[in-house]
């Protein structure tokens, strides 16, 4: 099914909640045809370094599969910002889970009371959540381990996750500061993974604190990233230090925080009054969502094959993602800026798995799919 967008009108295409991958049926090639109102002369799209243009984006988890987080969850699905193409999106974050709890090998998932549960978990995946790799056992030690068996303790909590939730995980936070989680998560084909202080030998980014130039981000299959980590959800915890700094000037753009929770009533007001200083201080410039999201973003942009070719007063935009390294995306999200002197009439999508959506004053494209299930 083609869909095709006119003038300022903005069709989302219904899309199957597990569209597959672009190896997958469907296709590794997406194509996009621009028409202009007349013969744009030269006319070329380049890939933003935010999705959707943004010039902002903030990463958020909560660690040990919280209780807590169904609650701020809750806050940030009601949360919007604006894609630059007229759709709403709300704001979305991290859960970092383990496989079961190390004194009583009680399983996580379905632990009534103790952790967000499975079955809690799905309809906040469906909205934007991502499910992270943060070791089947927290500790090495205790009543059940692996012992400093990372590798293992990877492995079973991705098979977990993908037997229990039809979920395929794409990225770690490394538990406690323990070596070794990195380079383990790396092997098993993660795309990144994140700590305050630990990477093994991957160089960090950024490299002395949390606030990051999300284009510094390497080109390379597995990234590093560190980020801040806050349990004082007062008024006057570091997360109130990095969203005033980031958007006060362009010293960083990006920034990754984690926490262990919400867990208190004063806590959870306080959280969300963080969540509204940042719509307040961000209008429609900030991206707030997973870490995994943020990063197949940037994968994508570094390693998509995209050609521009113009005949008449079409420009056809083609996407290649059959040598993308990382092939286990949720996100195959790319947004497109097209320059030209010609006014955009009409863009089209040559694939029905892709929601597409354009703004003819901006001149930005967003196409969007993302998997949610895997066999």
Known sequence: MTVILKGRNIINIPRPIDPGNPGEPGGSVVKITVTFAGAPG????TIPTFKFNKSKGIALEFDDAAISAVDAFEKLQSTFYNDGCGNQRNY???LAVNGRNQFNDAEIGDYPGQNASYVQRMPMILKGLDIMNH???HEPEGNFNYGSDRDRNIKELDDMILEKEKYKMNCLVVPTSWAGFHT???NYGYIGGSSEGVFDTFPPTPEYNPKAK????PKAPYVAIKRGFTDNWTMSGSQWELINELFAGNEFNFFEIGTHGINQASQ???FNAWIDSVVTKAGNSVMFGSLREFLEYTHLRNYVNKTDKISGNQMVVTLDYTNVPNQNLSWHDLSLVISSSAAISSVKIDRSDFALA???ATKLINITKRKTVWP
């Not at 030269?42 to 799209?45: R, Y």
């Not at 999300?214 to 981000?217: A, F, H, K, R, Y």
Request: aromatic residues 14%.
């Open 92 to 94: 979305a974050m991290g």
């Open 214 to 217: 999300l284009e510094n981000i």
């Open 42 to 45: 030269i006319a070329n799209s």
């Open 135 to 137: 070791s089947y056992y």
């Open 358 to 360: 354009y703004n003819p």
């Open 268 to 270: 959870k007001t306080n």
């Open 184 to 186: 383990a998560a790396a």
